[in-house]
């Protein structure tokens, strides 16, 4: 009996700790709402349901351990489908897909976020006024993403450049 007890216990210990192994990834109100009482850096994933290389990035960099500890202790992750049909009101303003009916009708949070340049993917890094820091397109492998989250936690907070940052770097990742 006790060993069944001690198994169960064991189990329940490994799923748990297996779930807490993902990015808790928010939608852009919930950040918004977060960042009002614990203020933290802003990361915006913008994706499409049709973007191959999102989807990669999915299965690969954001399952990573080392990216999903610092992403979760670090950030609020926001992951934002570009062609998303919701109204959200944010700063005053209110942002809508103009036709979304439509085949790749960018919604306008999305464009405003990436400056109209619109390639998927493409991160967003905002401060924790909402002030984008800088966008990053394309797919990245997790060494590469590591340097980049990691730069604005440790390296521009401390008013280095990013080449400066990188003198001294040493990665997690493999």
Known sequence: MKSIVFSLVFMSIGISGFAQNKINWMSWEEAVEANKTEPKLIFVDTYTNWCGWCKKMDQTTFK?????????????AVKMNAEMKDTIDFNGYTFVNP????KRSTHQLAASLL?????????VFLNQNFERLQIVPGFQNAKNFETIIRYFVE??????????????YKPYVK
Do not use: C, H, W
Request: hydrophobic residues 30%.
């Open 64 to 76: 990573q351990p080392f990216i999903v500890d610092y992403m979760n202790a670090r950030y609020y």
């Open 155 to 168: 390296g521009a907070s401390a008013g280095l450049t990013q080449e400066e940052f990188m003198k001294d």
């Open 115 to 123: 400056d109209n340049k619109l390639s998927y993917p493409s991160f």
């Open 99 to 102: 036709s979304p009916g439509g």
